[in-house]
């Protein structure tokens, strides 16, 4: 989290094929999102193309 600024803003949200965790970066709220299963990992690519706000 100290790599992209991030604090964090609440409780761990795990679902059946990610970790959620709710933060704060630059004082606005944001998710960071670690995907587990490979579908997610795969949607991940997917969503992750050159776009603003968008880090891996």
Known sequence: MTKWSLQL???PI???GSDL???RHEG???MLKIARD???K???LLMCWP???CRR
Do not use: F, N, Q
Request: proline share 14%.
């Open 9 to 11: 803003d609440g409780a």
């Open 14 to 16: 795990r679902t059946s």
């Open 21 to 23: 965790l709710p933060v």
């Open 28 to 30: 606005l709220p944001a």
């Open 38 to 40: 490979s579908e997610e």
């Open 42 to 44: 795969v949607g991940a």
């Open 51 to 53: 776009m603003p706000g």
